[in-house]
């Protein structure tokens, strides 16, 4: 197996870094392990140095995705693997993502299996997203927002511009890598319940993940999403106007608000698929 730089971006993570870090080292004595501190208040960058990865610390708390771009940085092998520093994900399963990699795949995600998710609602949420990608590229999508995954460094890297600094860089990379034609392999995984405290706030980071919707559709074919949307409201302004039609024989002001937002919104989709274009003209 050729060399890996392993990233685990972590927030007061004291619990468990250590161990995880521990047990990478123990199984692939030759990775390069980078723990990315991102303003933690506890003794996690001091844990996970101790343990053998390399540190870089955050002077304060700057997001996960932001902590995945520090890491991507520093990263000196040709493969990356992502992972999270909170016991959730199993090092021994780095093995199988780093072994797809070098068949020619370009990125490899641990798909979560039944029972791997954090709760019921969690599962739900997740599964509407992997639905919608899998509408949005015309490729089955198991796993759109899982964090455990091995990517090549030079095409990770060419989309570090466009990842956010919170916690939906996973949506992010994954759309850009299909947008750009790489290569999208999914493998099963079975994730533990996560030690210590999530750093998720359900209602704050509940209409986060919401946008993800959006951004599944502005990443990788705009029309896709608007179309739909603009048919929609087409759809109404005719049934609107057959009605006003047959009971008052005339043309409403409800009819053409109706046909004008569906060509709006049609036009909007035209105008961010151009942009979208111009995002991966270079990939």
């Given at each position: 197996?050729?060399?890996?730089?392993?990233?685990?971006?972590a927030?007061?993570e004291?619990e468990?870094?250590?161990?995880?870090?521990?047990k990478i080292?123990g199984?692939?004595?030759n990775?390069e392990?980078?723990?990315?501190?991102?303003?933690?208040s506890?003794?996690?960058?001091?844990l996970?140095?101790?343990?053998g990865?390399t540190?870089?610390?955050?002077?304060y708390?700057k997001g996960?995705?932001?902590?995945?771009?520090?890491?991507?940085?520093?990263a000196?092998?040709?493969?990356i693997?992502?992972?999270?520093?909170?016991?959730?994900?199993?090092?021994?399963d780095?093995?199988?993502?780093?072994?797809?990699?070098e068949?020619?795949y370009?990125?490899?995600v641990?798909?979560?299996?039944?029972g791997?998710q954090?709760?019921?609602?969690?599962?739900?949420?997740?599964?509407f997203?992997n639905?919608?990608?899998?509408y949005?590229?015309?490729h089955?999508?198991?796993?759109?927002?899982?964090g455990?995954?091995?990517?090549?460094a030079?095409k990770?890297?060419e989309?570090?511009?466009?990842?956010?600094?919170?916690f939906s860089?996973?949506?992010?990379?994954?759309m850009?890598f299909?947008?750009?034609?790489?290569?999208?392999?999914?493998?099963?995984?079975?994730?533990?319940?996560?030690?210590?405290?999530?750093?998720?706030?359900?209602l704050?980071?509940?209409?986060?993940f919401?946008?993800?919707?959006?951004?599944v559709?502005?990443?990788?074919?705009?029309?896709k999403l608007?179309?739909p949307?603009a048919?929609?409201?087409?759809?109404?302004?005719?049934?609107?106007?057959?009605?006003?039609f047959?009971?008052?024989?005339?043309?409403?002001?409800m009819?053409?608000?109706?046909f004008?937002?569906g060509?709006?919104?049609?036009?909007m989709g035209?105008?961010?698929?151009?942009?979208t274009s111009l995002?991966y003209?270079?990939?």
């Amino acid at each position: 197996m050729c060399k890996f730089t392993v990233i685990l971006p972590a927030k007061n993570e004291a619990e468990t870094v250590s161990g995880v870090v521990k047990k990478i080292v123990g199984i692939y004595p030759n990775a390069e392990v980078i723990v990315v501190n991102d303003g933690s208040s506890d003794d996690t960058a001091v844990l996970a140095s101790a343990a053998g990865a390399t540190v870089i610390s955050h002077p304060y708390s700057k997001g996960n995705g932001a902590s995945i771009k520090t890491g991507a940085r520093a990263a000196t092998s040709d493969i990356i693997v992502f992972m999270d520093a909170d016991g959730q994900h199993d090092p021994a399963d780095i093995e199988g993502l780093v072994a797809e990699i070098e068949c020619g795949y370009d990125l490899v995600v641990g798909a979560r299996q039944v029972g791997s998710q954090a709760s019921f609602g969690r599962g739900l949420a997740n599964g509407f997203y992997n639905k919608l990608a899998t509408y949005m590229t015309g490729h089955r999508v198991e796993d759109l927002t899982s964090g455990f995954r091995a990517v090549r460094a030079n095409k990770f890297k060419e989309f570090l511009y466009l990842l956010p600094n919170g916690f939906s860089y996973p949506t992010t990379s994954t759309m850009a890598f299909f947008r750009a034609g790489y290569s999208v392999k999914y493998l099963p995984i079975h994730a533990a319940q996560r030690e210590g405290k999530s750093h998720i706030k359900p209602l704050k980071d509940g209409v986060r993940f919401l946008l993800i919707i959006f951004k599944v559709g502005t990443l990788y074919s705009p029309l896709k999403l608007f179309t739909p949307a603009a048919a929609m409201f087409f759809m109404f302004g005719f049934v609107w106007y057959g009605y006003t039609f047959y009971t008052m024989t005339r043309f409403t002001n409800m009819s053409a608000l109706l046909f004008t937002s569906g060509f709006i919104l049609f036009m909007m989709g035209l105008i961010s698929e151009q942009i979208t274009s111009l995002m991966y003209k270079n990939s």
